[in-house]
């Protein structure tokens, strides 16, 4: 779990870090906002892919009821 979390971690210095340097030089407020943003958005889309095919628990949302 804690393999995972710094996965994330990583991922979004690595799309800050990309975006800071796809910007231009002068930055204000709003570039950074969206470079967080922008961060944010990867890192949540890598959750909720992970959490989809099952990585963290197979049966996370589904879990077969007994009969």
Known sequence: MLGIA???AIAF????FFMLQALPGAR???DYLVTGTAGTFVCL???FLLLGR?????????RRRRR
């Open 6 to 8: 710094a996965a994330i």
């Open 13 to 16: 210095a690595a799309v800050a």
């Open 28 to 30: 204000t407020k709003t």
């Open 45 to 47: 889309l890598l959750v």
């Open 54 to 62: 099952g990585l963290w628990s197979s049966n996370l949302f589904y």
